[in-house]
Each structure stands twice: as C-alpha cells, then as structure tokens.
C-alpha cells in the first residue's frame, strides 16, 4: 500500500507541477505587462484559439477541423509564409478567421537588434494591409520586452500571448497536447497552437479530438477580437 500510494501521489504531484506552474509564471508574466494580453477575466463560455507559424501546407486540414466544429481562430501567420501562399492567407480571412502579426521569418523577435526589429515589423504590417490588416501581434517565440511592445502598440497592435500553451512546439504529441489543453482551458482562456507541415497537421489531429469536447462543455471557440470584445464589455 505504501508503495501504491507514493506512486499515485508521484504522478499527482508531476500532473500538478506542468499544470499550475506554468500558470504560476503566465500570472507572473501577466502582472509584468499588464499591456500584454494572455486572457480576458470573463465568466462566459468562450474561449479564443490561436495558431501560429501559417500558413502551410497543413492549413487546409486545420480549416477543415475548424469548420467542422463552428470554431474560429486567429492566425498568427508569418510573413515569407503568406507570401508563398497568398491565396491561402485570403482563405482563412474569407473563411471567417483572423490574422495575427508573427514577424516575417521563424527566429526569436527578441534577439533582433532595435532597428531591424522594426524594419522587419512595418514589412510585415505591410503585407497584412493587403489581407485587411490586423491589430494584434504575438512576438516569435514568444519572448518579448517592453520596448517591442511599445513598438507594436505605436503601430496600432497589441501584443498577444496566451494562457493554454501546451508545448506543442518543443513536445511532438498530440495526445499530450489534448490532455495539457483539456486540464487548463476555462472561461477567457487564449489557446496556442501552431501551424507548419509536420506541427500543423498534429494540430488538426489535436482539434479534431478537442474541439467537440469544448463544444460540449458548452464553449464557443472564436478568435482574439471576438474574445477581446468581452473584456471591453465586462470592464
């Protein structure tokens, strides 16, 4: 019994180590940056997904998942990725979905010197403007300091990261993805996926087996302006 018992607690204490600690430092983050986005603070069953490093060619499958269970997401597409496929990127806008600013190439945005940074950051919002612009931004890799931040916001952008991110990037399983995001996903919540040829199409398999969980649990699965829009009205 002994034994049994310091097994069960082992994996409680694991599950509970991935779960709450990368909450602890999300809400860290969070009080940081008040600026920055990582979830809107709302009792209503609605959550927004985000997609990162489109588009590709597993980004019609995604879309396909997407439609199939009424969801919409917001795409934070890079810049040599849409020019090599443009009449995807118009897609995903006809589509009902939305595009993100993702920077122009897949490297940390913070490791950019100043000038670059912002060189490479009015390129991207440049191509945007050919799809219907957009006005929120997520920095590559997701670190970020408060001078990109200030630089984004002077452009008309708020910065975006998330508060379910279930390391999809660096743990190549969809299995575990679907358990990490089902453990953390509650009302306001701002979902991270991402898009790629081998990553997206784990993607697609990870919606495929989430999204109708949500839908039963009665969420509505909308991209960041939709979800932004409660936080507006709750404030």
């Given at each position: 019994m002994g034994i049994l018992f310091a097994i069960v607690f082992g994996i409680t204490a694991v599950g509970s180590a991935v779960t709450v600690l990368p909450t602890l430092v999300m809400e860290w983050q969070r009080e940081a940056s008040p600026?920055?986005?990582?979830?809107?603070?709302?009792?209503?069953?609605?959550?927004?997904?985000?997609?990162?490093?489109?588009?590709?060619?597993?980004?019609?499958?995604?879309?396909?998942?997407?439609?199939?269970?009424?969801?919409?997401a917001t795409f934070f597409v890079?810049?040599?990725?849409?020019?090599?496929?443009?009449?995807?990127?118009?897609?995903?806008v006809a589509e009902g979905h939305e595009l993100g600013h993702h920077m122009m190439v897949d490297e940390p945005s913070i490791d950019l010197p100043v000038e670059t940074f912002r060189t490479r950051f009015e390129e991207m919002d440049e191509i945007l403007a050919d799809f219907g612009g957009s006005d929120v931004f997520r920095p590559a890799s997701g670190w970020y300091n408060d001078r990109m931040v200030d630089d984004a916001a002077r452009l008309g952008y708020r910065t975006v990261l998330g508060s379910v991110y279930a390391?999809?990037?660096?743990?190549?399983?969809?299995?575990?993805?679907?358990?990490?995001?089902?453990?953390?996903?509650?009302?306001?919540?701002?979902?991270?996926?991402?898009?790629?040829?081998?990553?997206?199409?784990?993607?697609?398999?990870?919606?495929?087996?989430?999204?109708?969980?949500?839908?039963?649990r009665g969420f509505r699965v909308v991209p960041v302006s939709s979800l932004t829009k409660l936080e507006d009205l709750e404030q």
């Amino acid at each position: 019994m002994g034994i049994l018992f310091a097994i069960v607690f082992g994996i409680t204490a694991v599950g509970s180590a991935v779960t709450v600690l990368p909450t602890l430092v999300m809400e860290w983050q969070r009080e940081a940056s008040p600026e920055v986005l990582f979830y809107v603070g709302t009792a209503q069953p609605v959550v927004a997904l985000t997609i990162d490093d489109g588009p590709s060619a597993a980004t019609p499958e995604i879309l396909e998942v997407l439609a199939e269970n009424d969801a919409h997401a917001t795409f934070f597409v890079i810049g040599d990725r849409v020019r090599e496929y443009p009449d995807l990127t118009r897609r995903l806008v006809a589509e009902g979905h939305e595009l993100g600013h993702h920077m122009m190439v897949d490297e940390p945005s913070i490791d950019l010197p100043v000038e670059t940074f912002r060189t490479r950051f009015e390129e991207m919002d440049e191509i945007l403007a050919d799809f219907g612009g957009s006005d929120v931004f997520r920095p590559a890799s997701g670190w970020y300091n408060d001078r990109m931040v200030d630089d984004a916001a002077r452009l008309g952008y708020r910065t975006v990261l998330g508060s379910v991110y279930a390391f999809d990037a660096q743990v190549p399983s969809a299995k575990w993805a679907r358990w990490y995001m089902r453990q953390l996903v509650g009302p306001g919540s701002i979902l991270i996926l991402h898009d790629g040829p081998e990553r997206g199409a784990r993607t697609a398999d990870v919606l495929r087996a989430l999204l109708p969980e949500l839908r039963a649990r009665g969420f509505r699965v909308v991209p960041v302006s939709s979800l932004t829009k409660l936080e507006d009205l709750e404030q």
